[in-house]
């Protein structure tokens, strides 16, 4: 069985980081599923779609016209790799996430990621829904006010404005969409092991990881 290493957790836990330098380490391949839900929210702003029609937001999703490369990712042929970093992006992910067609629209276009000689995959459900077989399920969290700190630093990094309070509440309304959804909310997965990066430094949290997985590959 194809290795997988399943990395979820709240919203600017700094999982993408984390779960980059792990896929690089280990030459797997890696899965930022956040960014689907996050272009998805793109194509429909773009494209005019009303965010709470499910159905058409969920045709989209199906029929994304997506490409990953190491560093960019293109919708339509257009570079979005900033544009879909944007905060007003990630609370409309956050808002279209909450409907099941549209998780259901995404299942097969994430499975297709999965390739040798592994995959690392961050999200919310990555451990507990899309790939329940993982041989590592970890979940990365950071206090609430460690992970507007980062987030603010990403974002001001990136040239966007941000504004600290602002972005508190942003993120304790995040947590609550994405852990009181009926469909796939975000919880740690069976047997997960709880990773809280407050005070860890992304190496730090990159060697535990990588502790853990060979923990696990040579114990099975
Ligand atoms: O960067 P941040 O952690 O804020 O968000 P992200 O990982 O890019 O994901 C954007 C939004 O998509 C999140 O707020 C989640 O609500 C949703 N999401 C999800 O529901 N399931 C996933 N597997 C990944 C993201």
Redesign the pocket.
Known sequence: MIPVIAIDGP??SG??TVAGRVAEALGFAYLD???L??LTALAAIQKGVELNDALTVSHLASSLDVRFSAEQIFLDGEDVSDAIRAEEI?VA??KI?TMPTLRAALVDLQHGFLKAPGLVAD????GTVIFPQAQLKIFLTASVEARAERRYKQLIGKGFSANMTALLQDLRE?DE??TQRAV?PLKPAEGAKVLDTSALTVAEAVAQVLAWYNEASTTK
């Open positions: 919203t600017a999982k993408g599923s956040g960014a839900y996050r990630g992910a956050s996430a999200g919310r459900d990555m995040r969409r994405d796939a």
